[in-house]
């Protein structure tokens, strides 16, 4: 039988994807972040997200508020859906760090055809990760399924333990 998911942390880059002149946030980007953010929406669970607490850039909290409200968030998840983006979100990558040293599970969202560090790659040998590679749209079927598969490990580790 499936877990169901309690709460989830989105992370993706948010800084780069706000016009400092006009304050919009980047069209495309912020199309495909709703589309996850609603999926997880209608499953009704807790959806941690900085992007739509924020309000999107329109009202950007101070570091000293939401760094250590990220990693509180992000260790309170049963699992953490990250976009390392390329070029790099500088705070995402420190998210997946803070992620995979607690061994929260993740699934790493990443784009065919883009450059990401090596370090994002290897990261499956030391934490419970999985990495889906998207051309187009993020099917939401696989990342159910990608989630499905690293809760199920997780509880056949701590059965074991
Ligand atoms: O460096 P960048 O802004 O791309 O980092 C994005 C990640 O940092 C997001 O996943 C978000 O959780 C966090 N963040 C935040 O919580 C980032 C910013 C802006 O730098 C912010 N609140 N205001």
């Known amino acids: 039988m499936s ?3 309690e709460a989830v942390f989105i992370a993706a880059p948010f800084w780069s994807y706000v016009n400092k002149e006009t304050g919009e946030f980047d069209g495309p980007a912020f199309t495909s972040l709703s589309r996850i ?4 929406d209608n499953q009704g669970c807790v959806v941690y997200n900085a992007h739509r607490r924020e309000k999107w850039g329109q009202a950007f909290m101070e570091p000293s508020e939401f760094t250590p409200l990220d990693y509180e968030q992000i260790c309170a998840s049963d699992v953490i ?3 390392p983006g390329s070029p790099a979100s500088p705070g ?3 998210e997946i760090g803070w992620a995979s040293a607690n061994k929260v599970p993740m699934v ?3 784009e065919a055809g883009k450059e990401y560090a090596g370090l994002l790659m290897g990261l499956d040998k030391l934490a419970p990760v999985r990495t889906l590679m998207v051309d187009g749209d ?3 079927e696989l990342l159910d399924r ?3 598969e ?3 490990a997780a509880s056949d580790r701590q059965s074991s333990t």
Do not use: N, P, Y
């Open 3 to 5: 877990k169901k998911i």
């Open 37 to 40: 953010l609603e999926h997880f």
């Open 81 to 83: 859906v990250a976009l």
């Open 92 to 94: 995402t990558h420190i």
């Open 108 to 110: 790493l969202i990443l």
């Open 138 to 140: 993020l099917d939401l």
């Open 146 to 148: 990608a989630i499905e």
């Open 150 to 152: 690293l809760l199920l």
